[in-house]
């Protein structure tokens, strides 16, 4: 599983052939389908895994003695740096997958969503717990779901923009924005 993760995002999912896969990983083939139907399990398995990982790192912010404002600020900023200059391994598995896969993998775009509705809600969180201390201030009335849907939107589309222009450009605009939105 971890060598296709570190696999995929530099060639992109479907450029990795099984056969490369198994034979990085020593695996035999009938070894393979043991555990998974298809290729496309296997991806909808590596995407799970991703953000099984990621929902780590996020309980590892939240259980962080800061404000809320905090959160937010350590969560994106943590995105900023792991999106600039180039994408390696597991750091853009979502950026890359979401446009690789979404058409072509119902399976697939199905665990894309889960993961990203799990995230949206994580930031939504946060965003009305820093109201509620006063250290995240409110925009144009909208909800904290509709703010973590917007910021997380931008973010994947910045992300994606980076990657398209090789540039961290649209990077530090997303970031220069939601600094400002958090009042920093």
Not at 90 to 94: A, I
Not at 127 to 142: C, Q, Y
């Given at each position: 599983m971890l060598l296709a993760?570190?696999?995929?995002?530099?060639?992109?999912?479907t450029a990795v052939g099984l056969k490369q896969i198994l034979d990085t990983a020593g695996v035999p083939k009938g070894s393979f389908y043991h555990y998974f139907a298809s290729k496309e399990a296997f991806g909808e398995a590596i995407i799970n895994h991703?953000?099984?990982?990621?929902?780590?790192?996020?309980?590892v912010i939240d259980a962080q003695d800061v404000s809320a404002q905090q959160k937010l600020y350590?969560?994106?900023?943590?995105?900023?740096d792991t999106q600039q200059n180039g994408c390696d391994h597991?750091?853009?598995?979502?950026v890359k997958l979401s446009a690789e896969v979404a058409d072509m993998s119902e399976t697939m775009r199905k665990a894309l969503d889960t993961g990203y509705q799990q995230t949206t809600m994580w930031l939504a969180k946060q965003?009305?717990?820093?109201?509620?201390?006063?250290?995240?201030?409110?925009?144009?009335?909208?909800s904290?779901?509709?703010?973590?849907?917007?910021?997380?939107?931008?973010?994947?589309?910045?992300?994606l923009i980076a990657k398209i222009s090789q540039t961290n450009t649209p990077l530090a605009e997303i970031w220069q924005?939601?600094?400002?939105?958090l009042g920093r």
């Open positions: 993760t570190n696999s995929s995002p530099k060639k992109g999912f991703y953000f099984s990982l990621y929902k780590t790192r996020l309980d350590d969560y994106f900023q943590n995105w900023y597991e750091k853009c598995l979502v965003i009305k717990a820093g109201w509620l201390d006063e250290s995240v201030p409110r925009h144009d009335n909208i904290a779901e509709s703010m973590a849907k917007r910021w997380y939107f931008a973010w994947l589309g910045a992300s924005m939601t600094t400002t939105q």
